[in-house]
Nanobody, 127 residues
Framework: QVQLVESGGGLVQAGDSLTLSCAAS????????MGWFRQAPGKEREFVAA????????????NYADSVKGRFTISRDNAKNTVYLQMNSLKPEDTAVYYC????????????????WGEGTQVTVSS
């Protein structure tokens, strides 16, 4: 069993940066691929980024959604049981609730693949 708690969200202006953290409990974290998803009001939850358990950047065809590539960076510290999402050059369209997810079985790009989810943290980007 893995429990996930996100933090670091907030209200920022366009062009600003934020770093989200996802603290995990459970012994299987270090062997679990992890992902970040987001959900804007009235929209479906969408993939943002994923990272393999050993942070192998070649593991996935792409670690990032096209909409965030070059602006967002996912990383993890297995010693701290934490996954991060560094978000730079934020845009109003990045406004959403951001969720951390773990334990995927199947494609890491689809929310249905993930077993464990956090409660989410709100990110609001004003123009």
């Amino acid at each position: 069993q893995v429990q996930l708690v996100e933090s670091g969200g907030g209200l920022v202006q366009a062009g600003d940066s934020l770093t989200l953290s996802c603290a995990a409990s459970g012994r299987t974290f270090s062997s679990s691929d992890m992902g970040w998803f987001r959900q804007a009001p009235g929209k479906e939850r969408e993939f943002v980024a994923a990272i393999s358990w050993m942070s192998d950047t070649s593991y996935y065809a792409s670690n990032y959604a096209d909409s965030v590539k070059g602006r967002f960076t996912i990383s993890r510290d297995n010693a701290k049981n934490t996954v991060y999402l560094q978000m730079n050059s934020l845009k109003p369209e990045d406004t959403a609730v951001y969720y951390c997810a773990g334990g995927p079985s199947g494609s890491a790009y689809y929310s249905r693949s993930y077993t464990y989810w956090g409660e989410g943290t709100q990110v609001t980007v004003s123009s």
